[in-house]
């Protein structure tokens, strides 16, 4: 069975400043995904990053990178320079062997302040 | 247009109705599935769907039903709402071949009275 574990249900930042959302997992697939979603407050649903266990180097797009260790099951999204329209919720998720079914975690609610 | 569209957006209805949730795609993915969000927590799997010819339920689907009609259309029932299916819905689908990403509808708001 797979897990993921988001610790932070909310957190602040200011404007500008880098912030760091942490993403443990629990899997015994030798092989798997890992995804960021952020879900602002209209509902929908917007994919950020993904990183494959295989992959030598951490994922990077524009101001999100996946800081992703291994050997310590973790997963965590570091948002640079953070901007109001990032105030929203971020979910942590994984797929595993088993046909790209996703396994969520709770969710971090990120609040940019001015 | 986007890709992946839901019907309704949004849905009250009472206790015992019989509900039908839609969702077509664009992609032309083959892997079509059906999630659940309650307020504060993250997406559960309803059901997910490989092909026309393959459904397979998720990790919450006793009381819901799906069908898949096309490549393109996934339903999903609530045969006899309760109150406490009361929920966000997504569909979601992907490509066997890519990477894994989902591609999200944008939700349905379902409230059961």
């Known amino acids: 069975a797979q897990k993921i574990t988001q610790t932070q249900p909310g957190m602040f930042v200011q404007e500008k400043e880098a912030v760091t959302l942490d993403c443990t997992y629990d899997?015994?697939?030798?092989?798997?995904?890992l995804f960021w979603y952020k879900q602002p407050s209209s509902g929908e649903m917007i994919f950020l990053i993904y990183?494959?266990?295989?992959?030598?180097q951490n994922a990077t797009e524009g101001r999100y990178s996946l800081n992703f260790q291994k050997a310590r099951k973790s997963a965590n999204l570091v948002i640079s320079a953070s901007q109001l329209g990032d105030s929203a919720m971020y979910f942590c998720a994984m797929k595993g062997n088993a046909g790209n079914m996703l396994t969520f975690g709770g969710g971090t609610r990120l609040m940019v302040k001015p | 247009d986007a890709d992946v569209t839901q019907t309704p957006r949004n849905r009250i209805t009472k206790t015992g109705k019989r509900i039908m949730l839609e969702c077509s795609q664009t992609k032309g993915h083959d892997r079509m599935y059906w999630y659940r969000q309650d307020p504060g927590l993250g997406l559960r799997l309803i059901y997910y769907?490989?092909?026309?010819?393959?459904?397979n339920k998720g990790e919450i689907s006793d009381g819901y039903s799906v069908s898949r009609q096309a490549q393109a259309k996934f339903s999903l029932s609530l045969e006899s709402a309760i109150p406490n299916q009361t929920a966000l819905y997504f569909c979601?689908?992907?490509?066997?071949?890519?990477?894994?990403?989902?591609?999200f509808g944008p939700g349905t708001r379902l409230t059961v009275l």
């Open positions: 990183q494959g266990s295989y992959d030598q």
């Open positions: 899997t015994s697939d030798p092989s798997y995904g």
């Open positions: 979601a689908t992907s490509d066997l071949h890519a990477g894994g990403e989902q591609f």
């Open positions: 769907s490989f092909d026309v010819k393959d459904i």
